[in-house]
């Protein structure tokens, strides 16, 4: 079973930053789209931000200015910079890999961590 490992969540003061990661040891995902997810209590998962193969990156609304995403392909990861941290990001944040192929698509997903923003 592929597993993508994910690393740098924590509590963090309102105002904080915190860097996030993602990788994998078992499949090459260069030609993947990556892209971080978060889910709160009670609300459906919703996107953060995604990055396409080719670097082309979109952010929620909710995100825009405040986080970064990135890839190094040489490292087969995934990295998610997150400034400015507000107590409505406190999540449990999932890092995705996707590849759609002939109108197939397969996901790959993080194990899950605790985002918490809180003073």
């Known amino acids: 079973q592929v597993q993508l490992v994910e690393a740098g969540g924590g509590l963090v003061q309102p105002g904080g930053s915190l860097r996030r990661s993602c990788t994998s040891s078992q499949i090459n995902f260069r030609i993947y789209a990556r892209g971080w997810y978060r889910q709160a209590p009670g609300k459906q998962r919703e996107l953060v931000a995604a990055?396409?193969?080719?670097?082309?990156?979109n952010y929620a609304d909710s995100v825009k200015d405040r986080f970064t995403i990135s890839r190094d392909n040489a490292k087969n990861t995934v990295y998610l910079q997150m400034n400015n941290l507000k107590p409505e990001d406190t999540a449990v944040y999932y890092c995705?890999?996707?590849?759609?192929?002939?109108?197939?698509?397969?996901?790959?997903w993080g194990q899950g961590t605790q985002v918490t923003v809180s003073s």
């Open positions: 995705n890999a996707r590849r759609e192929f002939l109108g197939i698509k397969t996901d790959y």
């Open positions: 990055i396409t193969s080719g670097g082309s990156t």
